[in-house]
Structures are given as C-alpha cells and as structure tokens.
C-alpha cells in the first residue's frame, strides 16, 4: 500500500490514459477506454475541467470524481439552474476505507454548491453518460458512501438483455402487422420527410434527449434510417417508433422506444418492438439490450413478454444542497 500524502486536485493535459487505467482498475465489470472516456466526458459540450477531481497518492491516481452542471440547454432555454449531477465517481481498490472517496465526493458536492446548485443527482445526467445510475449489488461501498453523504433513491430502472439468436418474429404479430398495413398503416423505415414528425414526438410527447439523439445520429451519419422502425396511421399520423444503434453506434443497443399513450394497450407497441427486433437481427445483432426501463412500468412489461429478462437494476439517487 502507498504511503505518502493522498492530494486532490483538477483534471489537467495528460490525464486521460491513467484516468481511465485507474476507473477500469477500480471497476473492471464497467471498465472504459482512454477514447470512451473522452468521448463522454472530455467532448460533452458542458463538461468544465474544474469539476473533475482527482485523487492522487504518490504520484498515481488512485481515484476521481466529476460534477456537471449545465452550459448549454438540453431544450429550449432551459439550463436547469437549480441541479448539479455526478455522473460516476470511484476508488482503486487499495486506497478504499481511507476517507479518499469521502474526499472526492465532497468536492464535487463542494463545487456543485459553489455554482449555484440547490441539488445533486447521481448519476442520470444527459446527454453522456456511461450508466444510468448506482448499481448497489455491484457497489456497494459506494452506495453506503452516498447514502452517509444525504443521497436517496429516487429511481430504480433496470438494464434488460434479449437473445437474438434464431429470433423469428411471432406468427401473431406478424399476422397484425399484415391486417395493420391492410387497413393503410405504414410500418417500416422512415424516409428524410419523416423525420420532422418523428423528432417532434419524440421530443414533445416523451424525452427531448430522445430528440437530440435522433437529430444528431442522422446528421453525423451514424444513425442510418434503416435502424428506425416507425407506425404511422391510416391518416399518415407519426404514432410511435422504435429504433437501435443510436448511442454510442453500438448496433445491439436498443432504443429508444416510443408510442402515443392514445394509442398504448392495443398492441402497436408490441409490434413495433417486434419489428424493430427482426431489424436488428436481420442487421447481424445476437442480441438486443438497453440500460433504462423503469421499475413496475408497463414498458418493462411488455419487455418482459418479448423475451427481455432484467440483468442489472441502477439506483438514481438525489441529495440537497
């Protein structure tokens, strides 16, 4: 074990490699790379130096902490003034149980409040970010840690998984998808046209992060149109949509995934979902997986009768400032 003097200090030029050695060290079931890393963090348009921590012992990083807050609005004008977030923060094993995470949060706390901030949450912070939230079973020590700090759980979404493999769609839906174009519905990809509608229901009617995906993947190239299954009705209405391959260009990673409440409970959503899954697994995915449904929901339902099973479960905590 190291024995000189633990020092915190900022991210600064040259940090990234030891950074990320140090977070896969500490967490090597999440492990990350120096260009993820950098991609989530270094490159997101509100990231500010000053608030990444690090904790340094003889030279080595043996742990880091980061505070966001917003710069640039997620919609609108809104900069959500009053919230601060702390998107990851972790400990290499050795130096654990020595008041260094104990440190490196409340730094982050500190600067968070120093900018204003009325609250914290850890970790759903938009538009990066590596894992939605705390995974207990996994951490433990630093769910205690949070919790002792004034966190509480005000989330509990789960990640599902779903084999690909041998997948065919189900005779059922697919003879409800024959009656559904019958009576003059569109299923299928949608072309530029349709992308106006599908990004104004995605922002309006659900999550404008959804939104910003969409419009940035198809404008960078990195979302073709071929991964997005859309509804639309007899009318030529948007009514949902479902698509893959959106973050992070990772082609098995589902979502998202949207339809009109009107419409929910008549089995629109599960054709959809089906669609999308014979895309991805004509597209060459063994499997389909994303890290956000909510608990109890009737999304996670209908994920849980296509075949998904929850293999992790996150918590999103928040504290007062």
Do not use: C
């Amino acid at each position: 074990m190291s024995s000189g003097e633990m020092t915190l200090r900022r991210f600064a030029h040259g940090d990234l490699r030891p950074l990320a050695a140090a977070w896969t060290e500490a967490a090597p079931a999440d492990a990350i790379t120096p260009t993820r890393l950098r991609d989530l963090v270094l490159l997101d348009r509100n990231f500010d130096a000053e608030g990444l921590f690090l904790a340094e012992r003889d030279g080595r990083i043996v742990g880091a902490s980061y505070a966001v807050r917003r710069l640039v609005a997620h919609a609108g004008d809104d900069l959500e003034p009053d919230t601060g977030w702390i998107p990851f923060f972790f400990v290499i094993p050795g130096e654990r149980r020595r008041g260094t995470g104990r440190a490196l949060v409340t730094a982050a706390l500190d600067w968070l409040r120093g900018q204003g901030r009325r609250h914290v949450v850890f970790s759903s912070y938009t538009p990066n970010y590596v894992l939605p939230g705390l995974d207990a079973d996994r951490y433990p020590e630093a769910h205690a840690l949070l919790s002792s700090l004034g966190f509480a759980t005000i989330e509990h979404p789960s990640a599902m998984d779903r084999s690909l493999i041998g997948y065919r769609i189900p005779d059922e839906v697919a003879e409800r998808v024959a009656a559904l174009r019958a009576e003059g519905w569109y299923l299928g990809h949608p072309d530029s046209d349709d992308l106006v509608a599908l990004i104004d229901l995605a922002g309006t009617q659900f999550n404008s992060d959804w939104a910003r995906a969409i419009r940035e993947g198809v404008v960078s190239g990195s979302l073709p149109l071929e991964r997005i299954i859309i509804a639309k009705n007899p009318d030529g209405q948007m009514i949902g949509w479902a698509q893959h391959g959106t973050y992070e260009q990772v082609i098995d990673r589902f979502g998202p995934f949207g339809v009109l409440p009107s419409s929910r409970g008549t089995g629109l959503g599960k054709v959809i979902l089906h669609l999308t899954l014979q895309n991805m697994a004509a597209l060459g995915a063994h499997s389909a997986w994303f890290l956000w449904a909510d608990e109890g929901s009737v999304a996670s339902r209908l994920y849980a009768t296509t075949g998904f099973t929850a293999t992790r479960s996150f918590h999103i905590l928040r504290a007062e400032l």
